[in-house]
Each structure stands twice: as structure tokens, then as C-alpha cells.
């Protein structure tokens, strides 16, 4: 079946500091992959996506790259601001399970 | 443009209780889904609709769960009797007709906690 690995938080960051979260997953099929983000008191909102090897999705400074060789995902941002503190959910789909399988969840915190 | 709007947002009942949550999605999203988000673990898919008819129930626990979505639009689901393991946050998600891309908007959640 269909899994989503992700590491582990709480991730403390100062302000301005390079982020990576890492993402790792199990498929049958090929997968389409997101991260989604939580701010606090909001509900879960699509942060990017990439549908197939290779490609990069990317938005508000958020990266992260397709690789089918590591099965991997994972997000960077170059320089992570307070307002970028939320939980992020790393999660696939395919045709065949139709259905978002996420990750636990890694829970970002930026300082000043 | 409004987006998935959910109501309780918070409910605290006693084991053996009833629940009832409600979800009204973005105005045209055929399809909702109401998700169980446990702490510290990833959402889970409860239940998805397709219109009004049932695409996948299969990790519905259907001795205590139920839900509709009766005029293809708002959806109800509901719980009785309630568990402590209940406790949990209940997400609905909406997307638009069409192809399963992935792409879900979320409501805020109603968060159960059962004592």
C-alpha cells in the first residue's frame, strides 16, 4: 500500500535560516506528491505539488523536487520567516488508490 | 469565493455520546471528504463522496460512524456511541469534479474530545 514517511519535529529555526524537511514514500503505481501546510487555527491548505519524476513545485519561496531514484520529497525554503511556523504534511496519491494518503506531520517554529 | 465551512468547531462529550458534525464545501466541489486527524499522526480518510453517492467508505467504522450528504452538497457526519479513541479533529475537505488530483481545500475542523 501506499505510505508517507516524514521527519520527525518539532524543527526550531531562527529567522532568515535554511530549511529542509525531509519526505520520503511508498507506492504502487506513480504517485502525484504535495505538501500541504497548517498554520495555526486554520485549516490545511495545498502548498505545492509535482505530478511526475523530476519535476519541482514550487510557492512562497517553498521548494521541493520529484526524486523517483529515493522515492523522496522534501521541502526547502532558503530563508524561513516567523510567519512560515505551521505544520507541514508531506502527502501522494495515485490512480489506483484514489485517495491523499499525508505523512504525521513536522511542526516548523521560527524565531526572531 | 467562500471556502469549506465546518461546524462544531470544538465539542466535548462523554463517552457513549452522540456527535454530529457538519460541512458545508465550496460552492460546485462534487466531491467531500471527511478526514480524522488524531494528534500527532497524519489525516486519515474517513469517507469520500461523489455527489451525493459514496466513492469510499472503507476506513469508516461503521458500527459507530455514519455520514450523508443527502442533496449532493452539505454533508453530516456523525458518531453514536462515541470513544474515548474518537477524540480527534474531523477535517472536510472539498475539490472540484473530475479527475482525483489531489488538490483538497479544507474547512478549519471540528475538534472532539470525549472524557
Known amino acids: 500500500g501506499n505510505s508517507v514517511t516524514q521527519m520527525e519535529g518539532p524543527v526550531t529555526l531562527s529567522e532568515e535560516a535554511f530549511l529542509t524537511i525531509n519526505c520520503t514514500y511508498t507506492?504502487?503505481?506513480?504517485?502525484?506528491l504535495f505538501w500541504y501546510v497548517q498554520y495555526p487555527g486554520e485549516g490545511l491548505q495545498l502548498l505545492l505539488k509535482?505530478?511526475?519524476?523530476?519535476d519541482k513545485g514550487s510557492n512562497k519561496g517553498f521548494e521541493a523536487t520529484y526524486r523517483k531514484e529515493t522515492t523522496s520529497f522534501h521541502l526547502e525554503k532558503g530563508s524561513v520567516q516567523v510567519s512560515d511556523s505551521a505544520v507541514y504534511f508531506c502527502?501522494?496519491?495515485?490512480?489506483?488508490?484514489?485517495?491523499?494518503?499525508f505523512g504525521t506531520g513536522t511542526r516548523l517554529q521560527v524565531t526572531l | 469565493e467562500a471556502g469549506v465551512a465546518q461546524s462544531p468547531r470544538y465539542k466535548i462529550i462523554e463517552k457513549r455520546q452522540s456527535v454530529a458534525f457538519w460541512c458545508n464545501p465550496i460552492?460546485?466541489?462534487?466531491?467531500l471528504y471527511w478526514y480524522q486527524q488524531i494528534l500527532g499522526q497524519g489525516p486519515k480518510l474517513l469517507i469520500q463522496?461523489?455527489?451525493?453517492?459514496?466513492?469510499?467508505d472503507s476506513q469508516l467504522p461503521k458500527d459507530r460512524f455514519s455520514a450523508e450528504r443527502l442533496k449532493g452538497v452539505d454533508s453530516t457526519l456523525k458518531i453514536q456511541p462515541a470513544k474515548l479513541e474518537d477524540s480527534a479533529v474531523y477535517l472536510c475537505?472539498?475539490?472540484?469534479?473530475?479527475?482525483?488530483?489531489?488538490?483538497?481545500?479544507f474547512g478549519e475542523g471540528s475538534r472532539l474530545t470525549v472524557l
Open positions: 509535482a505530478t511526475k519524476a523530476d
Open positions: 463522496f461523489q455527489n451525493n453517492g459514496v466513492v469510499d
Open positions: 475537505a472539498s475539490s472540484l469534479p473530475g479527475l482525483n488530483t489531489g488538490e483538497l481545500f
Open positions: 502527502a501522494l496519491i495515485t490512480g489506483t488508490a484514489s485517495k491523499l494518503t
Open positions: 507506492a504502487t503505481g506513480y504517485p502525484s
Open positions: 460552492s460546485g466541489h462534487a466531491t
